[in-house]
């Protein structure tokens, strides 16, 4: 039964890649089966002016650009228990829509792994691609004596509760999770006795670390920009496979430090479950060709995005497997029931 | 003399036809949704941003629409608070103690002008503080530690007693209810806390759901209730009034809340309603016993609106020197910079000087145009006043609902709305003041936010809340507010009595 499924899944994937990849010579041959007509809904689980509303807004006006929809995508806000809401409104509400997308993010699946959407899991709609995402970041203020992400990690090895981390998000959060995906490789035991202080946002986290409060901070890279140019802040690290480009290069690797550390946090989508097999191959083929489309690296670029480009089957697996790495993580540090 | 030049340049952009024509459409826009009940100043701006985009605006045409709309919005927030009791956002909320008082007194016109002249005043004073002092109030945000803001909340608590004078032990009461209100929700440990596992409560109450219900459907309820009864009194309309001798009575106020609220903006962690509220309560502390707050006195309404325009131009200082919103509606600003390609941070005042200074331009420019537009708007707005309340509270009530589910897009928030508005009639039978329970879920999940943060930092030492200089000040402020009044009442009132034995009888 399990082989059989896998085995399907795989032809399926492999179905869509050659979709993908022979691209507009196959349309040219065999006609869509599905084209969204009318409105096309994008979802937004939180106010507007955050990283979701971002994610809807500027997708939606580079769909609208590439001819990729009807009209204008509409850009819903639905707030409430970071994205459970809106997550809760799409599987009872909203099966089998074609034509509605959900920003979603690592926060999304954080929030998955730790069972705090009442039950509901990731298999309840269907994950359609990412495009793009923001890598973890662990800094400190430029005056202090760490120079080093391994010089830290000594410190708390000693004395796990020696050093408080400030970051954007709540406690047992993604940037609370990065701290001690780090302080797990380096070795440290004692993770729940590491502290970490949750703030509103990355930035008043960074006023605390910058005006001495508080030792590190842990966010994203799209949040120092502006303090490490000014040369307030010292990255320690950036939890990526390997160095960023441009300016960013600079900023060394946990990896190149002997830390085998990855933090992705990724923006992307979701779509209500039920769909038909033609409008979910429409969505992942309309952000693969978003994610090519020079407007949207251009949009990238100026908001801080790093690549990263995984859509369809791939995307599937790659978000369970990261719920499943948060899922054994916060079990270990006793977030959660294991 | 740089920074003169800076702010010449930021000017020249500023006076073109066309950002003037849209700085003066955001004006007109903000004020608008500053008076709407539900519709917060942050929302506002929000829905406002797809529109500057699909416009097709320059990118410093939209920032300084976006400006004048932010101003507009704190200008705004006080008409309905003044004619009508409910106020148009958090920060007016202060301007009812004394504003509706005054409306009903048959002064609603005086009350809107010199609320705006008031509005005016802060956000000048701010926007000086603003162009003058940036990067050193930038260093000083930078002090405030957890400690720091613990001690500036308990500052705000203890000086509670001068919102409502006639029972003191109800305002407590009150403070305690939106203490208790502000408990629900995800905690900072990750624990749920009244939540009864709906997701809806995970986020805890949004404020303007509070005060919507609060203020809005309540004041509807006891309307009906009057309606049924002996009717309901119609506040008389009057023609504006304003002598130089009104003015010259409410500009020390406007200067000391101005000021006050310009420091509570600059701190990221404070923001314009703790801004109006200590405008508020500590001009009533400075007037004393020669002033009549709460029935009417114009002090009260000049204090907190400058207080919260200062604020509101306070919280750019942390936005523009920090990259760090000091506020819900800067956020959403600063989201709208980073689009526009800027990097939010210490360096945008080096590396982005001209959509700085634009920006501060814009704000001059925008809170002139915004007093000229409210003075002849005042005899506009008061004809509201001569609508039947049978019509008006429920097309006010109606509208708040339509904007409170524009925002949230659920149901749930309305049946919540409706109960806090059964709540709110009940609490106003029995006498007991709304302000405070706002201010109790406004300031509560902050003060327990530092609180526990600077716990955390030093492993469970309570002697941390007074290590620095500046956090032993503030509790000395705090510790003064609260007992003071205890010392002072009576010596006051002594030498009152013995100055003049038949007034003080009755006291």
């Not at chain 1, 010579?25 to 089966?33: G, H, T, Y």
């Not at chain 1, 799409?90 to 690592?106: M, N, P, Y």
């Not at chain 2, 016993?289 to 200062?310: I, L, Q, T």
């Amino acid at each position: 039964m399990n082989s059989h499924f896998t085995r399907q899944t795989l032809a399926t994937a492999s179905f869509i890649a050659v979709c993908l990849t022979t691209g507009a010579s196959a349309q040219a041959f065999e006609p869509q089966d599905f084209a969204p007509q009318g409105k096309v809904e994008c979802l937004a689980p939180a106010d507007p002016g955050g990283g979701w509303d971002f994610t809807c807004r500027s997708v939606g006006n580079v769909l609208e650009t590439l001819d990729l929809v009807p009209r204008s995508v509409q850009t819903v806000n639905m707030p409430g228990a970071s994205g459970g809401v809106a997550f809760a409104h799409v599987v009872s509400k909203r099966a089998g829509e074609k034509q509605l997308l959900i920003a979603a993010s690592t926060a999304t699946t954080t929030r998955l792994a730790q069972d705090q959407f009442n039950g509901m899991s990731a298999d309840m709609v269907t994950w359609l691609g990412a495009v793009g995402a923001d890598f973890g970041v662990i800094a400190v203020a430029s005056d202090s004596d760490f120079q080093n992400l391994n010089e830290l990690m000594d410190a708390l090895r000693e004395e796990p509760s020696s050093i408080s981390f400030g970051g954007g998000s709540s406690k047992g959060g993604w940037d609370h999770l990065k701290v001690l995906m780090a302080a797990r490789e380096a070795g440290i035991e004692d993770l729940p006795a590491i502290k970490y202080l949750p703030y509103t946002g990355g930035g008043e986290a960074l006023t605390q670390v910058v005006g001495g409060h508080i030792t590190a901070f842990t966010g994203d890279v799209s949040e120092v920009l502006g303090f490490a140019a000014s040369g307030d802040l010292r990255v320690l690290a950036v939890l990526a496979d390997q160095r960023l480009q441009g300016d960013l290069a600079d900023f060394p690797t946990a990896r190149e430090q002997g830390l085998d550390v990855v933090g992705v946090n990724w923006r992307g989508f979701y779509m209500p479950a039920d769909v038909p097999e033609e409008a979910e191959a429409y969505w992942v083929d309309a952000l693969d060709t978003l994610y090519a489309s020079d407007e949207w690296q251009q949009v990238m670029t100026s908001n801080g995005l790093i690549p990263f480009d995984m859509q369809g089957e791939e995307f599937e697996a790659f978000v369970n497997q990261q719920i499943e790495d948060i899922h054994q993580l916060s079990a270990e540090i006793g977030l959660i029931q294991p | 003399m740089e920074t003169l030049g800076f702010l010449m340049d930021g000017f020249a952009v500023a006076l073109a036809p066309e950002n003037l024509l849209f700085g003066l459409l955001g004006a007109i826009l903000g004020t608008l949704i500053g008076a709407l009940p539900g519709l917060g100043p942050a929302n506002g701006v929000a829905i406002l941003i797809p529109l500057a985009f699909s416009l097709g605006l320059a990118p410093e045409t939209a920032l300084i629409m976006l400006t004048a709309v932010y101003a507009g919005a704190m200008y705004g927030g006080r008409i309905s608070s003044i004619l009508l009791n409910i106020p148009g956002d958090e920060p007016a909320m202060m301007t009812c103690l004394d504003g509706y008082p005054m409306a009903r007194n048959g002064k609603a016109a005086e009350a809107l002008a010199i609320s705006a002249i008031a509005s005016f005043i802060g956000s000048l004073i701010a926007t000086i503080g603003l162009i003058l002092l940036a990067p050193v109030l930038a260093d000083f945000a930078l002090t405030f530690g957890p400690a720091e803001y613990f001690a500036l909340f308990l500052l705000a608590f203890a000086t509670l007693g001068g919102i409502t004078g006639k029972n003191p032990i109800k305002t407590v009461v009150a403070a305690c209810l939106g203490l208790m209100i502000a408990t629900m929700g995800i905690d900072n440990t990750g624990v749920q806390r009244y939540t009864f596992g709906i997701l809806e409560l995970y986020e805890g109450v949004d404020f303007i759901i509070a005060i919507v219900g609060l203020f809005a459907i309540s004041e509807l309820l006891t309307f009906i209730e009057n309606r049924a009864g002996k009717g309901h009194q119609t506040i008389k309309v009057n023609k504006l009034s304003l002598k130089w001798a009104d003015i010259r009575g409410i500009l020390p106020s406007s200067l000391r809340g101005g000021v006050l609220g310009f420091i509570a903006g600059v701190l990221p962690g404070a923001g314009a309603s703790l801004g109006s509220f200590i405008g508020y309560t500590m001009e009533k502390k400075a007037v004393g016993s020669k002033g009549y707050f709460g029935s009417g006195d114009p002090r009260g309404v000049a204090a907190p609106e400058a207080g919260n325009n200062g604020a509101s131009s306070g919280a750019l200082v942390p936005m523009l020197t920090l990259g760090v919103p000091g506020s819900g509606t800067t956020a959403v600003l600063l989201a709208l910079l980073i689009s526009l390609n800027i990097t939010p941070g210490p360096l945008m005042f080096t590396q982005n000087a001209d959509i700085v200074w634009g920006v501060i331009a814009a704000l001059l420019i925008g809170n002139f145009l915004l007093l000229l537009l409210n003075i002849p708007l005042v005899g506009i707005f008061v004809k509201l006043l001569s609508v039947p309340p049978m019509y008006l509270l429920p097309i006010v009530t109606m509208v708040a609902f339509v904007g409170i589910y524009s925002i949230s897009n659920t149901t749930f928030d309305l049946y919540f709305m409706t109960a806090f508005g059964v709540a709110g009639y009940v609490l106003r039978k029995l006498e007991i003041p709304l302000v405070p329970i706002i201010l109790g879920l406004l300031l509560g999940p902050e003060m327990e936010k530092n609180l526990r943060h600077a716990l955390d930092i030093s492993d469970g030492d309570w002697a941390i809340l007074w290590n620095s200089g500046l956090a032993i000040g503030l509790w000395a402020f705090a510790a003064a507010g609260l007992i003071l009044p205890y010392i002072v009442g009576p010596v006051l009132r002594r030498r009152m009595r013995a100055a003049n034995p038949e007034a003080a009888t009755g006291d």
